[in-house]
């Protein structure tokens, strides 16, 4: 074999490896979009009563976030200006250490909630996506901030980034089909499907490892035991293929808490992202999680912390080895800026084909050479753009810029632009003229 040839072959393995890796590394599920029965009628106070919450399509992790996946995106992190806690630096499962390898299989825990959200915006950015937190005030993107209960963090819900799912949600992705049960499998809380204390799991006092719960686990090529019974557990994926729903780690959600939230909704409502933070009544707001963990126990009704509806309450800044987390990402492409880099600007993009242009929250985008631009589509090879100035649409996509396709007439345009004059668009047949943006 040639240098050459040998040089394509290692070039094409290397893609390969990356592409495998990448698709490896987010492991989702699609929830299709329709409506469930929230709550509990016959749980805790905060959970009734049961209502009706419609939401729009969304993927979802099958496991919750790994050491290892939280360490892969925390070292992308800390050189893009990411700073996290101390607490995230020293994940710990329990009362016992795994060194090397073997530590990494477990899922991360003692995260705040304002980690989680830095750590949401850094996987999407790894990823090639637009991340979604931000300041309210400043619209910065949520990275190096010092946050506390009173900053005022917004998300751009039309982005594809990932983020934490809200509490209907996480309660939809735990429930699948199990409408009425208190567990996923079922009404009756079981050791061989989920790790909560006094299960019996070979674990004792602590997490398992992210799909230890497949029933597939053989202990005895791998020991992790701590004590306590060794056996096979049972394969406990739910109908969306999620695992460790329920025990484990709670996992974080986007919402503030509000005991009484249930109660103020309406019978029909449409991607419920909980109460705003204005009408708290709670003087030290709290955020939510959901799904209970080996700190939580069936001492009590039955498994009473692990049920699906239960809701968990803590602190933003509070961490714990019982809290890990487990993202959320729209069904939709970030329409136009699929090539997109964020700058040293906040909220100013560059994109390989049309430039620099400053994003606002609403996906109004201003370039300064042709304006305010909306854009609808499916990334860089997709787009309608409405132009602001000529109040028209016009189709066009990164192959075939700068020409643009104006349907109602069936004209094409090509794109002309003086650099400190003025931009405009030319018909294909230089007949027609459209002056966007006069710098004059």
Same mark, same amino acid.
């Given at each position: 074999m040639s240098s050459a040839n040998a040089r394509?072959?290692?070039?094409?393995?290397?893609?390969?490896? &990356?592409?495998?890796? &990448?698709?490896?590394?987010?492991? &989702?599920s699609m929830i299709s979009s329709g409506s469930f029965q929230m709550g509990s009628d016959k749980g805790q106070f905060d959970e009734a009563p049961k209502h009706l919450v419609r939401l729009s399509d969304f993927y979802v992790d099958r496991y919750e976030v790994s050491i290892k996946n939280w360490v892969i995106i925390t070292d992308f992190a800390s050189k893009n200006r990411y700073q996290? $806690?101390?607490?995230?630096?020293?994940?710990?499962?329990g009362p016992g250490?795994? $060194?090397?390898?073997? +530590?990494?299989?477990?899922? #991360?825990? #003692?995260?705040?909630?304002?980690d989680a959200i830095k750590w949401c915006n850094a996987r999407s950015e790894y990823m090639g996506r637009l991340p979604l937190y931000y300041d309210f005030y400043t619209n910065e993107t949520i990275r190096d901030q010092n946050l506390d209960s009173s900053s005022e963090i917004a998300v751009y819900w039309n982005r594809s980034g990932y983020r934490l799912?809200? %509490?209907?949600?996480?309660?939809?992705?735990?429930?699948?089909n199990a409408a009425g049960y208190k567990f996923p499998w079922g009404n009756s809380i079981d050791g061989n499907m989920a790790n909560y204390k006094l299960s019996g799991d070979p674990f004792d006092d602590g997490s398992t490892p992210v799909g230890y719960f497949s029933g597939k686990q053989d202990i005895s090529v791998k020991d992790y035991s701590f004590g306590g019974e060794k056996r096979n557990p049972i394969d406990n994926k739910n109908i969306y293929g999620l695992y460790d729903v329920v025990g484990n780690v709670s996992e974080w959600c986007w919402d503030w808490y509000d005991d009484k939230w249930y109660q103020n909704q309406?019978?029909?409502? +449409?991607?419920? +992202?909980?109460?705003?933070?204005?009408?708290?009544?709670?003087i030290d707001p709290a955020k939510v999680h959901r799904g209970g963990g080996f700190k939580n126990d069936n001492t009590s009704e039955s498994g009473e912390s692990l049920r699906i509806a239960f809701?968990? &309450?803590?602190?933003?800044? %509070?961490? $714990?080895?019982g809290i890990g987390l487990r993202t959320v990402r729209g069904n939709f492409h970030d329409p136009l800026w699929a090539d997109s880099k964020t700058t040293e600007f906040d909220d100013w993009m560059y994109s390989s084909w049309l430039g620099y242009y400053f994003q606002a929250k609403n996906l109004w985008s201003f370039f300064p050479s042709i304006g305010w631009v909306y854009p609808y589509g499916y990334g860089s090879y997709d787009n309608w753009l409405y132009f602001h100035s000529i109040q028209s649409w016009l189709w066009t996509s990164k192959s075939i810029h700068p020409w643009h396709f104006e349907p109602s007439l069936k004209i094409w345009y090509k794109l002309d632009i003086k650099e400190g004059l003025s931009s405009r668009f030319i018909s294909q047949d230089l007949t027609r003229e459209i002056l966007i943006l006069d710098a004059k």
């Open positions: 394509w072959l290692l070039q094409l393995l290397l893609f390969l490896f &990356v592409i495998c890796y &990448v698709i490896g590394f987010e492991e &989702v996290f $806690s101390e607490s995230q630096q020293f994940p710990k499962r250490w795994y $060194s090397g390898a073997d +530590r990494l299989d477990f899922p #991360m825990n #003692m995260i705040t909630w304002f799912p809200t %509490e209907a949600e996480w309660e939809k992705a735990a429930r699948g309406k019978n029909s409502n +449409r991607d419920d +992202r909980g109460p705003a933070r204005e009408d708290l009544t709670f809701r968990h &309450v803590s602190y933003p800044h %509070e961490y $714990s080895t």
